[in-house]
């Protein structure tokens, strides 16, 4: 004689979504706003068409610009501050690793380092190390100035942009699925924050926090926007699965 057994397995998720408010925007000086660094003051923006750094009030108006002359100002993606200088990345294709360029924010280069991975997009400096997104093999990693991996950990997402730190977690930008998105610095997803009621073709890239909240770039305006970050508590969903098992 053959039993059935059938076994209903109720799994919990937790999930978490959160929204943004608009605080103030202006248009971006540079084409491909890929990367934003704060000095305290000014925003610093690293564009990827003229590639250059500009200076920027919050206002928008642009302060000073320079053009590195190594490696050349190609293609200029992720940028940070680390409170005396600025850090610029650099990507030569998508098939190669990026390079990490320091220059003083009258624009004389300091040091370099190649980045670990290919495709190496995002950056932001934590008080004492940098920390990159790598969209090759959608990893972040930890990174000495020096250029040595400190820790890396990876995140469910296909294209991670440029990168900020609260002074707690890491932000990142996904331009595909047009979010913020908030993790640990060991890669538990803390909270994601939707960007699309700004516009549904909102392509975000260029991340920095302030202090106070987010800067965030659209590449598909070239517009940059002030926004402060709405955190959804985390909801439990729940659901059912029917297991069915014989047995003679």
Not at 151 to 162: E, I, R, W
Request: aromatic share 14%; proline share 3%.
């Amino acid at each position: 004689m053959r039993t059935v057994l059938v076994v209903i397995l109720v799994l919990s998720v937790l999930v978490a979504a959160g929204d943004v408010n608009v605080v103030s925007s202006f248009s971006s000086p540079d084409q491909y706003t890929n990367g934003l660094a704060w000095d305290g003051t000014n925003l610093w923006l690293l564009g990827g068409y003229y590639d250059g750094f500009y200076e920027i009030t919050t206002a928008g108006i642009v302060l000073s610009q320079f053009k590195p002359s190594e490696p050349g100002g190609k293609n200029g993606v992720g940028a940070t501050f680390d409170g005396t200088n600025l850090w610029g990345m650099f990507l030569l294709n998508t098939g190669s690793p990026g390079e990490v360029y320091e220059y003083t924010t009258s624009g004389t280069f300091i040091s370099t380092f190649t980045c670990p991975g290919t495709y190496d997009i995002g950056l932001t400096w934590d008080g004492s190390n940098l920390w990159m997104s790598c969209r090759g093999n959608q990893t972040i990693y930890e990174i000495s100035t020096g250029g040595s991996v400190i820790s890396s950990f990876s995140v469910p997402y296909s294209a991670p942009g440029d990168m900020a730190y609260d002074g707690t977690n890491l932000y990142f930008t996904t331009g595909n699925n047009r979010s913020i998105v908030e993790v640990t610095t060991t890669g538990t997803i803390v909270d994601t924050y939707d960007l699309s009621g700004i516009s549904g073709s909102f392509n975000a890239m260029a991340l920095v926090y302030d202090g106070n909240n987010f800067w965030v770039s659209d590449q598909t305006s070239d517009i940059i926007y002030e926004v402060e970050l709405n955190t959804v508590s985390l909801n439990q969903s729940t659901f059912g699965h029917i297991k069915t098992m014989f047995s003679d």
